[in-house]
């Protein structure tokens, strides 16, 4: 299933924000937890200015 994510970024490089978009077809409170606990602790790069990305992450079952 798909979980796309919005990420807000600082000029830091600290995510300020991290949240589940529209169109989620990967439907379990289990991993969108977990994704966005990820999300949220990652660092980038500092910047001038700040940045939203939005970034669709796609799941496969290793049954697949």
């Known amino acids: 299933g798909k979980i796309p994510v919005t990420i807000i970024?600082?000029?830091d490089?600290?995510?300020?924000a991290a949240s589940i978009g529209n169109g989620?077809?990967?439907?379990?409170p289990v991993v969108t937890t977990c994704v966005l606990a990820?999300?949220?602790s990652l660092v980038f790069p500092?910047?001038?200015t700040s940045s939203t990305v939005n970034y669709?992450?796609?799941f496969n079952s290793s049954k697949d």
């Not at 490089?13 to 300020?16: D, F, I, P, Y």
């Open 9 to 11: 970024i600082g000029t």
């Open 13 to 16: 490089g600290k995510v300020t």
């Open 24 to 28: 989620a077809t990967l439907q379990s």
């Open 38 to 40: 990820v999300t949220r």
């Open 46 to 48: 500092p910047a001038d």
């Open 56 to 58: 669709p992450l796609v």
